[in-house]
C-alpha cells in the first residue's frame, strides 16, 4: 500500500521570496516519487521526479526537490517564487503493482502575492 | 515527441443524456492509457485503465465505463449522465516498459445540468 499527505492545502507567499510545498509519503515499495502543477482548467504538468539516483532532484521552472528516505519526505522547494507559480501542485507517489499505479496527494494550492 | 489530446474542451449535458469523451496520443505506440477524474476542490480520481486494445481494468463502481479501440484512442462514455457525473476529466499515458511517470492531456471540463 501506498500514500501521500501533502502538509499543507494552502500556501501564500510573496514574489521573490522562497517557496516550501511539503509531502510525506508511505509506500511498501521503493518508491518513485513526483511533483506535479496544474494551471487553472488546465492538464498537470510534470515538474521533477525521483527513481532512487541522486536524492536531490532538479525540475523545470527553477524547482527542486529532495528525497529523505528516513523522515519519508519529499518537500518541494524553489528559492524565489515568480507570479506564474501560482497553481495547485500535486505530490505523486509511484509503486510498481503491474499498472504503474499513481496515488496523488490531495494537492497544495499556492499564491503568489505581488 | 508525445502528444495527448482530448476534446472537447467543455461540454454542458442535461441530466440523463448521454456522454462520450475522447483521447487520442501520437508519437508513441502501446501506451498504457488510464482516466481520471477530478471534482472541484479535491484530488485525482483514477477511474480506468488499459494495457492494450480492448483491456480495461475499472477502478471504481460508477455510471461511466471505457473503451479502447485503437491502440492511442481511449473513449469515456456513459449512457445517462448523474449530476454526480461533473468534473474535469483527464486522460493520461505512460510508456510501456518505462518510467512510472504519466503523462496528461489537457483535460474536459464536464457539467451536468
Excluded at chain 2, 487520442?24 to 471534482?39: D, H, K
Excluded at chain 2, 493520461?92 to 474536459?108: I, L, V
Aim: aromatic share 12%; with cysteine.
Amino acid at each position: 500500500a501506498q500514500s501521500v499527505t501533502q502538509l499543507d492545502s494552502h500556501v501564500s507567499v510573496s514574489e521573490g521570496t522562497p517557496v516550501l510545498l511539503r509531502c510525506n509519503y508511505s509506500s511498501s515499495y521503493s518508491p518513485s516519487l513526483f511533483w506535479y502543477v496544474q494551471h487553472p482548467n488546465k492538464g498537470l504538468q510534470l515538474l521533477l521526479k525521483y527513481t532512487s539516483a541522486a536524492t536531490l532532484v532538479k525540475g523545470i521552472n527553477g524547482f527542486e526537490a529532495e528525497f529523505k528516505k528516513s523522515e519519508t519526505s519529499f518537500h518541494l522547494t524553489k528559492p524565489s517564487a515568480h507570479m506564474s507559480d501560482a497553481a495547485e501542485y500535486f505530490c505523486v507517489v509511484s509503486g510498481y503493482t503491474g499498472r504503474r499505479a499513481l496515488t496523488f496527494g490531495s494537492g497544495t494550492r499556492l499564491q503568489v502575492q505581488p | 515527441s508525445q502528444t495527448i489530446h482530448q476534446w472537447p474542451a467543455t461540454l454542458v449535458q442535461p441530466v440523463g443524456s448521454p456522454l462520450s469523451l475522447e483521447c487520442t496520443v501520437e508519437g508513441t505506440s502501446n501506451p498504457n492509457l488510464y482516466w481520471y477524474r477530478q471534482a472541484a476542490g479535491r484530488g485525482l480520481q483514477l477511474l480506468f485503465y488499459s494495457v492494450g486494445i480492448g483491456q480495461i481494468s475499472s477502478e471504481v463502481p460508477q455510471n461511466l465505463s471505457a473503451s479502447r479501440p485503437q491502440d492511442r484512442q481511449f473513449i469515456l462514455s456513459s449512457k445517462k449522465l448523474l449530476l454526480s457525473d461533473s468534473g474535469f476529466y483527464l486522460c493520461a499515458w505512460s510508456p510501456r516498459g518505462g518510467g512510472n511517470e504519466q503523462f496528461f492531456g489537457p483535460g474536459t471540463r464536464l457539467t451536468v445540468l
